[in-house]
């Protein structure tokens, strides 16, 4: 076996003095697909904060390592440069920076970060072309100023654009697919299947077994009350849709 | 958490050092302090003028003495002795500048430094310059090719000697001496500035431009400008000023005078950049300016735009008579104030014609202790049928001891009028730093790139070579940017 | 002409005839003196840049030339004034002419009190001298200063720590009577701690009259004063009405301000959010035909932490008319946290009417977030045209249009009795006044 990409281990986290993560484990290696799955406030959100850096959150206890790495310790640009990208549940507008330009600014500090040279201008508008076309945009969006204006399914395409373009090692997707009809569903979940690989894992924080009919995870994690009360495979999701949580969390209690 | 205030890219960004606050020691005719008639007798015989200046120099200036001091801008200063302000400077050379191998090579190096080259061929294509130090023009560039298609671009004491009848025909027409108290005392003491006359039918082949230095200590900057675009024709000008850091403040006092006949469009872009005083409030530029520009023709159009960087003080207000039929008045600003800058500024549309069109786009940046207001007139006479105006007023704060401001004021006097004003003001989000970041950017060019973000709706109004330096003004490099 | 300082000329007549043994001479005498420094604002001052009060002076220098003539005392009916039984009132009516309590309808409830100064019961002189106290330290202001000045009469609304009285709305109202008249009515109103009070303040009168009203609010931690205030005036009525109202922790304030009536009438309303999470909600209507010249200046002060306020404005000029909105929010050091929300929207029907706006912000602190937004133009055509096409003609559909766009600005009136009264004098004054280009 592998050693772990991610590791989180006992992790509590508190917002505002209240407890929301209340020891939770987990333990991703190259290449897998984590789905999970919870009621709402069941602290989902709060661990992909978390895992990318966002400030408001109290670790009181517990680690998080990534690569060997004490994540925790790592600032939120840091961690995107050691390849954890975060796609948001509301991505976030800035009116007047074009996509593009985030795009380059966020794509040449990760090569600087690597030691590498900046991407040629030609190389980079090849690239981020070609991400657009596997993503079904329109390449107008690469000169509108991020987020402004888009559509909720504009959002959600645009973070999987984003993803597309930085090639992450580790994945986040915070609810990418709420808010999205099933076509927006299928391209969003095409994209992230097209960047599937032995190196690449994927964390997918989702209410709805839906999206996990189109991206096949390798597991499922029941997160409830702060912690991780369940895990299996792909059919877990499938019991949780067919029964609830309420039967789920009921088993997990008794 | 990372806060704003204590984030040192932001303060890095926001705390920039002056670049342009060296001296170039070169030899002056400066005259002892003081305002009298005979300061002014002494001007006008200085420049040679003709009785009709002087005379209307002098009705400024005892006019001058019956005003006060305009007290509503939201600005503070303590008060200014006008007997301790020399009047004339201008460095020791043969009678006014003739061509560029007789100006002095100290001054040629004065604009190297400040990334101006006077030379023809070091200068980038397509813009053409008149340098104006302390009180004259040293010297105007291109002046032949422009001069090939009638148009006449150089100092205002040229245009004095050369153009009378024009100057004679349009100076004050905009801004009369009696408009107030800084106008007063500019029209009574004015020494140079930049005069443009674009004939009809005529599109002016390259961007014009004046860039304005304060050098000598104790002295005033009293520029005048005035750009004429005569029917169908079009001219695009630049402006840019820097003076030495020094402990006292010092006075500009400008006036700049448009008029755009019919058809005609004049395009007036600052970038601003007098030395701000230092961290504590000490020194800096008082930049107390009237700019104003007359749509007189049908159709015509003019638009300011301007970045406001510099200053301890900024008090100006560019506006635009819409007089002509169908004709459009557009301001674009950028003001940023740090440490202890204070800026005083924003536009007046006055709408007299039918179908008149404004657009007002204010971005306010304040950081530090400084003060950053917007003020602004937006004004519909009943004449003004279907008048439309639209004004967009955002403020960004950075650190809780600044202050941002926004004064509009609309006087609608016509019902088919429509006029429209949104503003906001708040601090860069959190959620906004902590997305880039997440994408891989560090703070400082998070907020670069924020920042940025905020003010492109006036950067893209600006010509390509001042977009560049407005923006590295603000620190941000948009090198090899793609789009 | 009036005379010069006539603030002593006529501080002389109102003494005279005051009738207030125990008014604090103190108090009056020191506001005759800063009026005697500052004297009547005029067009130098930035906050009287649309409002001259010329004409204003020329009708107190008239009343000054007939004071000593027995007034005509000819009074409006008090719209609404029907009080339920005595045993369970639907409401306190309260009737003030000339600035003096005239009469009182509806009995007071244990834990309300609502009165003149002059017939205070020995148990509430402590509390009342505190408000006066609080009512003199404020800053001063030049035409609350003439009000203290020329005082005949101080209005009190107060409640206990922990009482409401949602139930039983307070209405006051203000008469200016006699040809002419100059009235200088008072209100000092003290909403305990924790308490909830409904309170309106309508502004009516005779021909000739002329007023200069003050408010002032104080509302104490954790409490609610809905306020609703009407200007119904005359044709040719004048008004100046000053309003200061200051919110501690937790409190908060409802406000709507409808101006209907008068030749001359100036609001000037100040609202402090001078604790933690005060809020205050305020929305404003002024029609400004005919030849009424309508000024709203507003000024809502955030001076604590999280302090939220939001204010709408809504205005019509036609004919003569001029209608002035100048709102500012202003955010002190220290107001982390705190929202601020303004709009104001204005209709301009006719060639001779104006509108002037002048909507403001000053900040200073960061974290915030505020906007304001202003418009002055016509109805939507797309809507009128919508109308036309569902059989109305031109007249009817603006006139539908322009109801509804300032109907929206009574939202707020928790009174459905009286939100009704106001909707129905709009719909009549539209009805029959608005001329269209």
């Known amino acids: 076996m592998n050693s772990p990409l991610l590791q989180v281990a006992g992790l509590r986290v508190a917002v505002g003095g209240k407890e929301i993560l209340t020891g939770l484990d987990l333990t991703v290696r190259a290449g897998e697909v984590h789905a999970i799955m919870g009621p709402n406030g069941s602290g989902k959100s709060t661990l992909a904060h978390v895992l990318a850096g966002r400030e408001g959150y109290e670790v009181t206890g517990g680690s998080a390592s990534y690569r060997g790495q004490d994540l925790l310790a790592m600032a939120p640009e840091e961690r995107a440069r050691a390849g954890i990208f975060l796609g948001f549940q509301y991505p976030i507008e800035i009116p007047g920076v074009s996509n593009v330009y985030l795009l380059r600014s966020a794509l040449n500090a990760r090569r600087a970060a690597r030691g590498e040279s900046e991407i040629d201008a030609a190389g980079f508008l090849r690239l981020v072309r070609d991400k657009a076309r596997l993503m079904q945009m329109d390449e107008s969006f690469l000169q509108r100023g991020v987020n402004e204006g888009f559509s909720g399914g504009e959002k959600k395409r645009n973070e999987i654009f984003q993803m597309a373009v930085l090639e992450p090692t580790l994945a986040i997707l915070d609810e990418t697919d709420s808010g999205l009809d099933i076509d927006a569903l299928k391209v969003v979940a095409n994209g992230v299947n097209s960047l599937r690989s032995a190196e690449r894992s994927f964390v997918l924080v989702t209410h709805y077994q839906r999206l996990l009919d189109y991206i096949r995870p390798d597991f499922v994690h029941v997160l409830a009350g702060g912690r991780i009360i369940r895990t299996g495979d792909r059919t877990l999701a499938l019991e949780l849709e067919a029964g609830g949580y309420d039967q789920v969390l009921a088993a997990a209690a008794s | 958490m990372t806060s704003t205030t204590e984030n040192p890219a932001l303060e890095d960004l926001i705390g920039r050092r002056y670049a342009h606050g060296f001296v170039t020691d070169i030899e002056s005719d400066t005259v002892p302090p003081g305002l009298s008639e005979d300061t002014i007798r002494f001007i006008s015989a200085k420049k040679g003028e003709p009785e009709f200046l002087l005379e209307w120099r002098l009705k400024a200036y005892r006019h001058w003495l019956t005003l006060r001091e305009p007290r509503w801008a939201k600005v503070h200063h303590p008060p200014i002795d006008y007997q301790a302000i020399s009047y004339y400077s201008a460095p020791k050379a043969p009678q006014g500048p003739r061509s560029i191998d007789e100006v002095d090579p100290k001054l040629l190096e004065t604009y190297e430094k400040l990334g101006i080259p006077l030379h023809e061929r070091a200068r980038l294509a397509g813009v053409a310059v008149d340098a104006v130090f302390d009180s004259v023009s040293v010297t105007t560039t291109f002046k032949d090719r422009l001069s090939a298609v009638g148009v006449i671009f150089c100092s205002f004491s040229e245009a004095v000697r050369e153009h009378p009848e024009l100057v004679r025909k349009y100076l004050g027409t905009v801004v009369p001496y009696r408009d107030n108290y800084f106008a007063a005392l500019n029209s009574a003491v004015f020494t140079d500035g930049s005069f443009v006359y674009i004939p009809q039918g005529v599109r002016c082949p390259m961007e014009l431009s004046t860039y304005f230095r304060i050098n000598q200590a104790k002295t005033g900057q009293f520029e005048r400008t005035l750009i004429i675009a005569e029917e169908a024709s079009h001219v695009s000008y630049l402006e840019g000023c820097t003076a030495p850091q020094r402990e006292e403040n010092q006075l500009h006092a400008a006036v700049v005078e448009l008029v755009a006949l019919r058809d005609a469009t004049i395009k007036y872009s600052t970038v601003q950049n007098w030395y701000p005083g230092d961290e504590e409030g000490r020194g800096g530029i008082y930049n107390f300016v009237t700019k104003r520009g007359d749509c007189r023709g049908a159709n015509s159009r003019i638009s300011w735009t301007q970045v406001e960087a510099g200053s301890a003080i900024t008090w100006k207000y560019p506006s635009c008579i819409l007089r002509g039929e169908n004709s459009v008045g557009e301001f674009y600003s950028v003001a940023v104030t740090n440490n202890l800058q204070q800026a005083d500024t924003g536009t007046k549309m006055i709408h007299i014609g039918r179908n008149t069109r404004s657009t007002i786009v204010s971005k306010g940046i304040s950081a530090g202790r400084a003060q950053n207001a917007y003020r602004g007139l937006v004004k519909i006479l009943p004449t003004a049928e279907n008048a439309r105006n639209y004004t967009q007023c955002d403020s960004l704060l950075m650190g809780a001891r600044c202050g941002a401001h926004t004064f509009p004021y609309m006087e609608v006097r016509n019902p088919t009028a429509v006029v429209e004003h949104e503003a906001t003001t708040s601090r860069i989000g959190d959620d906004q730093l902590f997305y880039c970041r997440q994408r891989g950017l560090s703070t400082e060019d998070a907020v670069n790139l924020i920042v940025n973000g905020f003010c492109k709706q006036v950067f893209r109004e600006l010509p390509m070579e001042f977009a560049v330096e407005a923006q590295n003004l603000l620190n941000v490099s948009l090198e090899g940017a793609v789009g | ?437």
Not at chain 3, 153 to 169: H, K
Not at chain 3, 188 to 216: C, Y
Not at chain 3, 250 to 278: E, F, K, N
Not at chain 3, 297 to 311: N, V, W
């Open chain 3, 1 to 437: 002409m009036l005379p010069e300082r006539p603030w002593r000329t006529a501080a002389s007549l109102a003494r005279d005839g005051a009738g207030l043994p125990d008014w604090p001479a103190e108090w009056r005498a020191s506001a005759l003196a800063r009026l005697d420094e500052a004297g009547m604002p005029d067009g130098s001052d930035e906050e009287w840049r649309y409002t001259s009060l010329t004409a204003w002076g020329q009708r107190w220098s008239d009343y000054l030339a007939a004071a000593g003539q027995p007034a005509a005392i000819t009074l409006p009916a008090v719209p609404s004034m029907q009080p339920g039984s005595v045993a369970r009132p639907a409401a306190i009516h309260v009737q003030v002419v000339n600035g003096a309590l005239l009469t009182q309808t509806g009995a007071t409830p244990p834990g309300l009190f609502v009165g003149s100064l002059r017939q205070l019961p020995p148990e509430l002189r402590g509390r009342a001298a505190e408000l006066l106290g609080k009512s003199a330290g404020l800053p001063p202001e030049q035409l609350v200063d003439l009000n203290s000045a020329l005082v005949s009469d101080v209005i009190l609304i107060g409640t206990d720590a922990g009482t409401s009285f949602d139930g039983l709305p307070v209405h006051i109202h203000l008469q200016g009577s006699g040809s002419p008249a100059f009235s200088h009515p008072r209100i000092l109103v003290d909403v305990a701690r924790s308490s909830r009070l409904t309170l309106t303040i309508e502004h009516s009168g005779a021909d000739g009259m002329l007023a200069n009203a003050v408010t002032q609010a104080w509302i104490g931690h954790g409490a609610h004063l809905d306020l609703v205030r009407v200007q119904s005036l005359p044709d040719d009525g004048m008004l100046t009405d000053t309003s200061h109202i200051d919110l501690a922790a937790a409190a908060s304030a409802r406000i709507t301000s409808v101006d209907l009536g008068g030749l001359l009438s100036r609001q000037s309303m100040t609202v402090v959010l001078a604790g933690a999470g005060s809020s205050a909600t305020v929305d404003g209507l002024f029609l400004a035909d005919d030849r009424r010249h309508i000024d709203n200046r507003t000024l809502l002060e955030h001076r604590a932490p999280g302090t939220t306020s939001r204010e709408s404005f809504r205005g019509l000029a036609d004919g003569h008319g001029r209608g002035i909105f100048n709102g500012k929010i202003i955010v002190m050091p220290g107001a982390e946290g705190s929202n601020a929300a303004l709009s104001n929207r204005n209709l301009l029907l006719a060639a001779t009417a104006e509108i002037d706006t002048k909507p403001e912000l000053e900040i200073y602190v960061d974290d915030v977030k505020c906007s304001h937004g202003a418009t002055t133009g016509q109805l939507d055509a797309n809507a009128l045209f919508y109308l036309r096409s569902r059989g109305l003609d031109p007249a009817a559909a603006r006139q539908v249009l322009t109801a509804a766009f300032l109907r929206e600005a009574l939202g707020h009136i928790a009174l459905p009795e009286l939100r009704e009264r106001l909707e129905a004098r709009l719909q009549e004054k539209l009805g029959g006044g608005v001329r269209h280009p």
